[in-house]
């Protein structure tokens, strides 16, 4: 059974850094592709960051230099620094996990077939 729980949300000013962490259990394709999606009120669901199975990063162009995503295969643990948050960056961030073996990084949303339940960002 896999599962995946995101941490590290919160509130903060404009300016503003935070790390988020997804602890993930059940899980064991540590070649696949995991990856942060955020979804703002009243929007559609975007990609934010992923790392493909190959070790290959990605992030949505907006957010290139702002965001860093990496993960921590021995302790299970994908995670999201950002830094600079601005408000529109105010969503709930979501992580993902891919049963694709291997392959490069991808925020194509089909692909991924396990999602946690989401940690809320809040920039004011």
């Known amino acids: 059974h896999v599962q995946l729980v995101e941490s590290g949300g919160g509130s903060v000013q404009a300016g503003g850094s935070l790390r988020l962490s997804c602890a993930f259990s059940?899980?064991?394709?540590?070649?696949?592709?995991m990856a942060w999606f955020r979804q703002a009120p009243g929007k559609e669901r975007e990609g934010v960051a992923a790392?493909?199975?190959?070790?290959?990063?990605g992030y949505r162009d907006a957010l290139k230099g702002r965001f860093t995503v990496f993960k921590d295969n021995a302790n299970n643990i994908l995670y999201l620094e950002m830094i600079d948050l601005k408000p529109e960056d105010t969503a709930m961030y979501y992580c993902a996990a891919s049963s694709r073996e291997g392959g490069s990084w991808t925020l194509v949303q089909g692909l991924y077939d396990y999602w946690g339940q989401g940690t809320q960002v809040t920039v004011s």
């Open positions: 059940g899980y064991t394709y540590s070649g696949n592709c």
């Open positions: 790392i493909g199975g190959d070790g290959s990063t």
